[in-house]
């Protein structure tokens, strides 16, 4: 029981303790000395109740029974996600019983692949987290969460993209797919026929593209307000050696005399902001140039006089 507890953060259950030999009895006699303790039904705490988070989260799936997976916002605490859960949430095959402070969700439908286990604890998959927390985040949180699972290197998105399938009824479905619009590769050239496309319709004067400068091309360029476009898809700009290049080449180019602005997919969803940031930046540059004017034309008139 002692070895068993060990690996369980100190808990297990009663279908576990009768595998091991203790029948009813035995059980009840160690919960009478205090050698157990009642945590749900059927699950015990072995010699005391200081116990873990995580001994919380296992406790509740035992007490759900075979099958059962920490989910939603208790398995994205377990990925590393999320910070803190209020409840414990778990999913159970249907026809499950709900059980006293346990947030249960039955599923028709837990694939093989929704299933691991992390820190000896059962678990939906990241995948099937992300699917789970887009039905109850706004899409704005859930953008957050999806961001961190990059960050932490647990973000696939062709798996994500398989539970959608699955589970295409679920209700959060559209707004997961319009987080993931940002993750979706995307070719270099249909980004910059966009930003020439973007140009005409906002009435902004036509960059020069592929423009040279020194070693460096550009995609766009505006010479005489010192600032480059550069049009960013994600499978060629967000890998650890192309973040770090990016920037030596900004700080590079920064040394010339060219501000730099990278546009990504996304930013056409804006597009009244991203042309106000170019006006801005352009509008800039025509009064440093008319300044720069009337002084060369001052001290000209006073050379004449």
């Not at 068993?4 to 029948?23: C, N, P, R, T, Y």
């Not at 605490?77 to 039955?106: E, N």
């Given at each position: ?9 100190g808990v297990?259950?009663l ?15 160690r919960?009478r000395?205090?050698r157990l303790?009642r ?19 296992l ?6 029974g075979?099958?059962a ?7 994205a605490?377990i990925w590393?996600?999320l ?6 949430d778990?999913?159970?095959?249907r026809?499950r019983?709900?059980?006293?402070g346990?947030l249960v ?11 691991t286990?992390v820190d ?6 990241v995948a099937?987290?992300?699917v789970?927390l887009?039905?109850?985040l706004?899409e704005r949180r859930?953008?957050?969460v999806v961001?961190?699972?990059e960050?932490?290197r ?16 679920r ?6 797919r319009?987080?993931l619009?940002?993750?979706e590769?995307?070719d270099?050239n ?6 020439l496309d973007?140009?005409r319709?906002?009435n902004l004067?036509?960059?020069q593209?592929q423009?040279?400068?020194?070693p460096?091309t550009?995609?766009?360029l505006?010479?005489?307000a010192g600032?480059?476009i550069?049009t960013d898809g994600?499978a ?20 010339r005399?060219?501000?730099?602005i990278?546009i990504?997919?996304p930013?056409?969803d ?7 940031e ?5 509008g ?6 008319a300044i720069?004017?009337?002084?060369v034309?001052?001290r000209?008139g006073?050379v004449?006089?």
């Amino acid at each position: 029981m002692a070895a068993l507890a060990e690996g369980q953060h100190g808990v297990v259950s009663l279908i576990q303790l009768k595998a091991l030999g203790f029948d009813e009895a035995a059980v009840w006699r160690r919960l009478r000395v205090g050698r157990l303790h009642r945590l749900n039904r059927g699950v015990y705490a072995v010699g005391h109740r200081a116990l873990t988070a995580k001994s919380h989260y296992l406790a509740a799936v035992l007490a759900c029974g075979p099958g059962a997976l920490a989910s939603h916002v208790t398995a994205a605490v377990i990925w590393g996600l999320l910070r803190s859960a209020t409840k414990i949430d778990v999913t159970v095959p249907r026809g499950r019983k709900p059980r006293a402070g346990i947030l249960v969700h039955r599923s028709r439908l837990i694939a093989p692949e929704d299933r691991t286990i992390v820190d000896g604890i059962p678990v939906t998959s990241v995948a099937r987290t992300l699917v789970d927390l887009a039905d109850v985040l706004t899409e704005r949180r859930l953008a957050d969460v999806v961001h961190r699972a990059e960050i932490l290197r647990v973000f696939d998105l062709t798996p994500l993209q398989a539970a959608l399938e699955r589970l295409s009824g679920r209700a959060g479905r559209h707004r997961l797919r319009r987080v993931l619009k940002a993750y979706e590769p995307e070719d270099e050239n249909p980004l910059q026929q966009r930003f020439l496309d973007f140009c005409r319709s906002r009435n902004l004067p036509t960059p020069q593209s592929q423009a040279q400068i020194g070693p460096y091309t550009v995609d766009f360029l505006w010479p005489d307000a010192g600032l480059a476009i550069e049009t960013d898809g994600a499978a060629t700009h967000h890998t650890r050696r192309a973040f770090h290049r990016d920037r030596r080449r900004d700080r590079a180019l920064a040394a010339r005399g060219i501000q730099v602005i990278r546009i990504t997919a996304p930013d056409f969803d804006r597009p009244d902001s991203l042309r106000r940031e170019i006006e801005a930046i352009l509008g800039r540059a025509v009064l440093g140039r008319a300044i720069l004017g009337r002084a060369v034309l001052g001290r000209a008139g006073g050379v004449g006089c």
